[in-house]
């Protein structure tokens, strides 16, 4: 039998809602989640590792996470492109997964450019399909990510949520237009 991956779960209150951080014993953080969500997280937590290959112990502020998340809601909202994330998923999520950090802090883009962008243009509901699956919300910024006509569309964590971070990343957010180019 395979070693169990030693998790650690910290919960970080926020301005929009308790955050749920679980980090690896490196200070990678592998889900990013909302209290209000932890079922779904836990779901993607098994799907992506296995159900009872990991475990989940209680933690506070591993690896200074929350002064860099605090920083983030402060109004240093590009403090999250300091921390370091592990995902497991398929060659193809990973991809857009990685593609998400490339998209500037303050801006938007449509499904369709994300597929574009990562090279497979006519799969833009499979992009979708990935985005929904990214087990790292925010920090792996899926929230940036809105339907071709400017649309706020799906985010794991709510529209509410998501409209509240692109609204705090434009207000914050030095010199940028509405969508990345």
Known sequence: MSEVLKLFLDR??????????????????????????????????DRHYGKGRYSLDPAQNTHALREIMRRYFAGE???????????????????????????????????????????RPKAVRAVGLANGSNPIGLIVPCHRVIGANGSLTGYGGGLERKKWLLDHERMHAKGVSLFAA
């Open 77 to 119: 909202v590009n403090a999250i492109d300091e921390i370091a994330t592990e995902a497991t998923g398929t060659a193809f999520q990973r991809s857009v997964w990685n593609e998400l950090r490339n998209i500037p802090v303050g801006t938007s883009i449509s499904y369709g450019t994300l597929a574009k962008r990562i090279e």
């Open 12 to 45: 970080v209150d926020t301005p929009i809602g308790e955050m749920l951080l679980v980090t690896d014993a490196a200070g990678r953080v592998r889900a990013l989640d909302w209290n209000d969500y932890e079922s779904r997280m836990t779901t993607l937590l």
